[in-house]
């Protein structure tokens, strides 16, 4: 006589589990590629400002370039786990 609407039966349970851990795994991989770019690009403002401060020429394209980038980067990741 119980309503069994809302239940659910073990195998939906562990399906509903395997498909939650899969999607964290894949936003942890997700992470960790655009962490890496971030972290390259990171890397590449900081060679262009002292490149620019050291009188090259094409310095701050570099800065302004790697600079997005790693902000689109940041807010990428920051979407993704939100």
Request: net charge positive; with cysteine; aromatic share 8%.
């Amino acid at each position: 006589m119980g309503n069994d609407q809302g239940r659910r039966s073990p195998e939906e349970s562990s399906r509903g589990g395997t498909q939650e851990f899969l999607v964290t795994l894949g936003k942890a991989i997700l992470t960790l590629i655009f962490g890496l770019v971030a972290l390259a690009a990171l890397g590449a403002t900081l060679c262009g400002m002292l490149f620019a401060l050291g009188g090259g020429k094409g310095g701050s394209v570099v800065v302004f370039g790697s600079a997005i980038l790693l902000a689109a980067l940041v807010y990428a990741i920051i979407w993704l786990w939100r």
